[in-house]
């Protein structure tokens, strides 16, 4: 499987259960922490909100082109 099918395949053959004799993982995480939704330690939040639009079918534009001054709109916090 792919995505998280594939990275479930991972973590359950990390236990080694004995009934399991292969698995088939692609494009699969990477390195956690490192690797998407994360750039060497550092939270994605622009590739993250792109993510989430296009996992729920959300047309959503990239962070610097949907405000003027990314940080404003980033640290806006509607429900204070």
């Not at 494009?27 to 490192?34: D, E, F, H, S, V």
């Not at 939040?45 to 079918?57: C, D, S």
């Not at 962070?63 to 940080?71: E, F, I, K, L, T």
Request: include cysteine; charged fraction near 10%.
């Amino acid at each position: 499987g792919s995505s998280y099918t594939g990275t479930n395949q991972w973590f359950i053959a990390r236990e080694q259960p004995p009934h399991l004799s292969c698995i088939t993982p692609s494009a699969t995480l990477g390195r956690p922490m490192q690797d998407v939704p994360y750039f060497d330690g550092a939270f994605a939040v622009a590739w993250a909100i792109n993510w989430i639009g296009l996992a729920l079918n959300i047309k959503v534009l990239i962070v610097n082109q949907s405000h003027p001054d990314p940080m404003t709109w980033l640290n806006h916090r509607p429900l204070r």
